[in-house]
């Protein structure tokens, strides 16, 4: 499915899961339908599973919007605070749209409390209490973190953490039928034999011909080319190396320091998300790595550089990206926003130091080249991962790696076969609708939600007649113009 089809389908107000493998686009879709929601007066509820995901797409953690923190069950006590916190019902009460992307780390039970809280606050029976539910991610990448612990007292217990592992295993995801959205299209790798590679690691048929193409990649680690990057399982191993490097440069470093404001719990939520660090120690000759973005200054998060030197009157560092720009590096704000007010910030440089990060980190980035150690990868996709942040073959440098570096989670390729059949289903279905009749499913959830219909380009120029194949399971009708 292309990224305008499965645009086309969110405009309709349907539950939609989008998928797709690394670099199919998944964040510039929800880009551009949150532009086409917030032109038309209707902000959507933006967040994710982990704080640096909601950094790429401008969010908060799904944890923080729903006020359930770090819950792994939902009593009725706690559903009672939450309720009664103002600030949280109030923009419960007010999304029209839910966006949680990286859902692929969203534990089950997770789900099915936000599911829980939404419907209780909105008075509504419905999944996610009757708004749009938008789930982005790839079950391929990182898994979440589940924490089983032993049978206890249950009493009183809405929602407990189940023995499942993965979202879709949730009676919400169920319940809310989602249509699935799989983008087929590559936007990241332009290497016809690395797809390849990136592909049989996908469908489990990694051969020994993929394994000799990597082994092409194979370097000592006295060989590792200077000002790349390198990809470890570890963060031991990460802050070990750039220590090392950054102590390897002769003076005194320069000191950054953090800077917030808001409550302690919003500022500590903020602080794990944020790549930047609480403390940066900077030196001439660092290699760096941007942690946001800033298009009009020409960096995004993933940018990497080297420290040329520091402002004479600001003190502030002067970058080198690879491209050979220069940039006077400011420092920039994470926040989180409520109905228009900031209720917590960090102030910090958008740069960290970059000889190396954890796969864990590296993912949403794009690479052009990095050198990894897969010798402790010990979580099914973490290879994958990793391989994947990078564009082509060239530009991989591999240390090593263990008989799991190349191996991806045995449920989810099952999964991913039923996410396949179920986006060409949706497509079928979804385009046996006229031009016509998809134009007013758009403006019906529009009006639905109270925003403002603009004039838009007909939809037979906006999906041709020949992208219409591929995609999920798309329920005509039911879904389109749904109320909110």
């Not at 797709?20 to 929800?30: A, I, L």
């Not at 109030?90 to 419907?119: F, H, P």
């Not at 048929?205 to 193409?213: E, G, I, Y």
């Not at 960090?346 to 980190?361: D, E």
Request: proline residues 4%; positive net charge; glycine residues 10%.
């Amino acid at each position: 499915m292309t990224q305008q089809e499965a645009l086309s389908i969110l405009k309709t107000g349907a539950n939609v899961f989008l998928t797709g493998e690394p670099g199919s686009g998944k964040t510039h879709t929800v880009n551009q339908y949150v532009k086409y929601l917030n032109e038309r007066g209707i902000d959507p509820a933006i967040t994710a599973s982990t704080g640096i995901a909601a950094t790429h797409l401008g969010g908060v953690t799904i944890h923080s919007w729903s006020g359930i923190g770090i819950k792994t069950k939902l009593d009725k006590r706690d559903l009672g605070r939450i309720i009664l916190n103002e600030h949280i019902e109030k923009r419960v009460r007010r999304a029209k749209v839910l966006i949680i992307d990286e859902v692929s780390m969203l534990a089950a039970g997770t789900l099915s409390m936000v599911d829980v809280v939404c419907r209780k606050i909105k008075q509504n029976a419905e999944p996610f209490g009757g708004m749009q539910i938008v789930l982005v991610g790839d079950f391929f990448q990182l898994p979440p973190v589940v924490k089983f612990e032993a049978e206890g007292d249950r009493q009183g217990i809405l929602i407990d953490e189940p023995r499942v592992r993965f979202a879709y295993d949730s009676p919400a995801w169920g319940q809310a039928k989602p249509a699935v959205c799989y983008l087929t299209e590559q936007h990241r790798q332009d290497d016809g034999s690395f797809l390849s590679i990136l592909s049989s690691i996908r469908r489990n048929v990694f051969s020994n011909n993929h394994l000799r193409a990597l082994e092409t990649r194979k370097i000592k680690p006295n060989q590792a080319p200077d000002g790349v990057p390198k990809l470890f399982s570890l963060n031991a191993d990460v802050d070990s190396i750039n220590n090392k490097m950054l102590g390897k440069i002769f003076g005194e470093p320069q000191v950054f320091e953090m800077s917030s404001q808001g409550p302690r719990a919003q500022v500590a939520a903020l602080q794990k998300g944020c790549l930047s660090p609480e403390t940066l120690y900077l030196k001439i000759g660092a290699a760096v790595m941007f942690t946001k973005n800033n298009l009009k200054e020409g960096f995004v998060n993933g940018t990497l550089g080297e420290v040329l030197g520091f402002d004479k009157e600001s003190g502030q560092p002067i970058v080198a990206t690879r491209d050979g720009r220069r940039i006077k590096v400011l420092p920039m704000d994470w926040m989180v926003e409520e109905n228009g007010e900031i209720r917590a910030r960090i102030t910090q440089l958008p740069l960290r130091l970059a000889w190396a990060i954890t796969v864990h980190k590296s993912q949403g980035m794009s690479l052009d080249e990095a050198v990894m150690d897969l010798s402790d990868v010990f979580e099914f996709g973490q290879g994958y991962v990793a391989l994947s942040r990078v564009r082509k073959l060239s530009g991989i440098y591999l240390l090593g790696w263990n008989e799991r570096a190349f191996r991806v989670h045995p449920e989810i390729l099952a999964k991913d076969e039923e996410f396949r059949a179920g986006s060409v289903g949706t497509a079928g279905e979804f385009f046996k609708m006229t031009p016509d009749n998809i134009l007013e499913a758009h403006n019906n959830f529009i009006g639905a939600c109270g925003g403002k219909n603009l004039s838009e380009r007909p939809v037979s120029d906006e999906i041709s007649s020949d992208e219409k194949v591929g995609g999920g399971r798309r329920r005509r009708g039911r879904r389109a113009g749904r109320n909110c």
